[in-house]
C-alpha cells in the first residue's frame, strides 16, 4: 500500500540519548516535512526537504536536524534529547515543490509518539 | 511572519447541530488553503480551497474560501458523533513550508 511509513510507533528514552525517527515514503514525493504536535500548538514545522539532497528549517529546528540522501526517505535525528521534546512527531510528504509549480497536498504518516524521560 | 489562526479551539455540540469553524491566515503569495481531520492518528485530507467563493462540499461537509477576508470556513450539518476530531487549516507559503493553526477540537455528544 502506497504511502508513508514512520518508525517507531512509540519509544521512551532516556534524556541525553541520541535517537533517530525514521520516515519512508513510496510515493515519489519531490517534499518531505516533520513536524511536532504538542497539546494546544498544533503541528510545528521543524525541518523540510523540498527535493533530494537539500534541506531547510522550519518553526522549531533547535535540537533536531535532518538529511535527504534520497527521494524516498527523510530521518530526524535528535542528537541529545531532553524531556521538551516529548511530543508526537508526524512525517508528512507532497507531490510538487516550489511554489511556481502550483498547489499541494500533505500527506501523513501515522506518527511516532517520543517520550524523553 | 506567516501564521495561519482558527477558531473556536473547541467546541461542544449535539448530534444533529451545525457547526462552523473559521481558520484566518497571514502568508505571503497565498496559493491555496487545506483543511484535515485528525481522529486517534495522522491528519486526513479534507479539502483544498484556491479559488474565492467556490463552495467545496463532500458529504455533510462543506468549505469554502474568502481571499478578500483571508479566511475560510468549514461547515458541519448534521452532526454524527463520528465527526468528533480535531479538525486542521494549513496554507503552503511560496517556499513550500505548511503552516498549521492550532486545530479547531469538535466533540459531538449523542
Known amino acids: 500500500i502506497a504511502g508513508i511509513t514512520q518508525a517507531p510507533t512509540s519509544q521512551i528514552l532516556a534524556a541525553g540519548r541520541r535517537m533517530t525517527l525514521r520516515c519512508t515514503q513510496d510515493?515519489?514525493?519531490?517534499?518531505m516535512y516533520w513536524y511536532r504536535q504538542d497539546l494546544g500548538l498544533g503541528l510545528r514545522l521543524i525541518h523540510y526537504s523540498n527535493t533530494a539532497g537539500t534541506t531547510g528549517k522550519g518553526e522549531v529546528p533547535d535540537g533536531y536536524s535532518v538529511s535527504r540522501a534520497n527521494t524516498d526517505d527523510f530521518p530526524l535525528t535528535l542528537a541529545s534529547a531532553v524531556p521538551s521534546q516529548t511530543s508526537v512527531y508526524f512525517c508528512a510528504s507532497s507531490l510538487l515543490a516550489g511554489g511556481l509549480r502550483g498547489a499541494n497536498v500533505l500527506t501523513f504518516g501515522a506518527g511516532s509518539r517520543l517520550t524523553v524521560l | 511572519e506567516d501564521k495561519v489562526v482558527q477558531s473556536p479551539l473547541s467546541l461542544v455540540v449535539h448530534e444533529g447541530d451545525t457547526v462552523t469553524l473559521n481558520c484566518s491566515y497571514e502568508?505571503?503569495?497565498?496559493?491555496?488553503l487545506l483543511w484535515y481531520k485528525q481522529e486517534k492518528k495522522a491528519p486526513t485530507f479534507l479539502f483544498m480551497l484556491t479559488s474565492s467563493g467556490i463552495e467545496k462540499k463532500s458529504g455533510r461537509l462543506s468549505s469554502i474560501l474568502d481571499k478578500k477576508e483571508l479566511s475560510s470556513i468549514l461547515n458541519i450539518t448534521a452532526t454524527q458523533t463520528g465527526d468528533s476530531a480535531i479538525y486542521l487549516c494549513?496554507?503552503?507559503?511560496?517556499?513550500?513550508?505548511?503552516?498549521f493553526g492550532t486545530g479547531t477540537s469538535l466533540t459531538v455528544i449523542p
Open positions: 502568508v505571503t503569495n497565498f496559493r491555496s
Open positions: 494549513a496554507v503552503p507559503n511560496t517556499g513550500n513550508q505548511f503552516y
Open positions: 510515493m515519489r514525493h519531490n517534499a
